[in-house]
């Protein structure tokens, strides 16, 4: 079973509309021959509008970095999937270690926000991992389990066939330490395993299992040729128009 390739960016809390659509339309021009690799990326929500119009037409899809789990009603700052459904987006970016870690985001929580894309017609992107602390006292295969577990919660196999899932161990993300491509290939094989008994065959060898921590145009390439590895979710390096599709060239390397 081949896995097409996905790269996704996320731009965290940088580039407003302007930056977005500078680098939306960089990436419109950089990115036009790439061939058969997904792109996505993921502006803050201000600047989702920006971005998908200097994308238009480059197959670049667009998606939110979180979403509240109510549609309206009186929740303040908050935005909801279905009104980025609306907005033009694809894709919602949830349990982000830094929703996680920073706004404190249970996985319960985090597993209400999958529902709440999917009833909106958003694809979830579920970003799972450990910390440092976890992985030194051997705990990565339980973490993940339980992130997983919570965090797809409720779901039917159909719907669990939609997600994309990101291999995000924290210690990795903003840190310019990457995991080794062994390391990584360890923990999406034991990802790729858990969706085959969890669920079923087909979910484990058509579920896209992207990694990220530190991704650079220099090391994409020997962390995308692993077997398990299907893509990379980019924070820092997404920034820039060269790096990322130095990154999205990796894929096909
Ligand atoms: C991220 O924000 O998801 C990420 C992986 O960041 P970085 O590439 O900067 O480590």
Known sequence: MSRRPFIAGNWKLNLGPAAAAALGAELKVRLAARGDIDVAVFPTALSITAALQATEGAGISVGVQNVYVEATGAFTGENSAAMAREAGCTYALLGHSERRHVFGESDALIGQKVHASLAAGLLPMLCI?????????????????????????????????????AYEPVWAIGTGVTASPEQAQEVHAFIRSWLRERYAPWIADETRVLYGGSVKASNAAELLSQPDIDGALVGGAALSAVSFAGIVAGALA
Do not use: D
Not at 134 to 159: D, F, K
């Open 129 to 165: 991992g450990e910390t440092l602390p976890e992985r030194e006292a051997g705990q990565v295969e339980a973490v993940i389990h339980r992130q997983l577990e919570t965090g797809l919660a409720g779901l039917s196999e159909a719907q669990v066939g939609t997600v994309t899932l």
